[in-house]
Structure formats: C-alpha cells, structure tokens
C-alpha cells in the first residue's frame, strides 16, 4: 500500500526558509511523477511544483525562483526547498504522487490534481510578516 507522509512545515518570519519532506513507501519502481500542491483558508488547492522521473520540473509562476522541487531516489523522499517565504505562501502542504500514468512534469500536469492518485495527510507552513 502507497504512503506518502509530509514533515517539515512550521511557522517562520517573511524572508525565512523551510524544507518540506514527503517519504514514499510501498512504492520502489523508478517510473513516477510527483508534485507539491498547497491550501489557503477559503482557497482552491493550487499545483506549485511538478517533478517527473526524468528529472524534468515546472513551477507555479507564484513560487518561480524562490522554491525548488527535488527528489532522493535513494531515500525515496520529495522535497520542496522554500526560501525567501511570503505571508502569502501561508498555507497547508501536500505532497501527491503519480506512479502509473508515466505524466511528465507540465504546467498542465501540476495544475491538474486528479491525475495525481496517491496523497499526503498535509503539513501547515505558516509566515508571519
């Protein structure tokens, strides 16, 4: 059975840095496409980072240049690297997981959260200004 559990999030001052992680298990093959998609109160969930086993990676215009998506094959781990955080990068985290489509990492892919089938319970980062 697929898992996928997210750590990392807290809370943290404009201009800070956070480093989420999302540990995979049940899963080992080396086909996937996975992504970063967050939350606000009151928002629609928004696709933010997008990576393919090719190491192929596409970014939401909101967090280009600040946030880097990576993957450890080895320890089977995504990780979104955040830095120079805004108030409005305030929200809950999720990580979600493609392993049978073979998707590439597109702006289409990571705008489209119904084709990820695999989720993380979530993990909240907060910035206060």
């Known amino acids: 059975q697929v898992q996928l559990v997210e750590s990392g999030g807290g809370s943290v001052q404009a201009g800070g840095s956070l480093r989420l992680s999302c540990a995979v298990s049940g899963y080992t093959g080396s086909s996937y496409c996975m992504a970063w998609f967050r939350q606000a109160p009151g928002k629609e969930r928004e696709g933010i980072a997008v990576?393919?086993?090719?190491?192929?990676?596409n970014y939401a215009d909101s967090v280009k240049g600040r946030f880097t998506i990576s993957r450890d094959n080895a320890k089977n781990t995504l990780y979104l690297q955040m830095n120079s955080l805004k108030p409005e990068d305030t929200a809950m985290y999720y990580c979600?997981?493609?392993?049978?489509?073979?998707?590439?990492?597109?702006?289409?892919?990571?705008?489209?959260?119904?084709?990820?089938?695999?989720w993380g319970q979530g993990t909240q980062v907060t910035v206060s200004s």
């Open positions: 979600a997981a493609d392993f049978r489509w073979r998707l590439e990492a597109t702006i289409g892919a990571m705008t489209s959260p119904g084709l990820f089938g695999y």
């Open positions: 990576i393919d086993s090719d190491g192929n990676t």
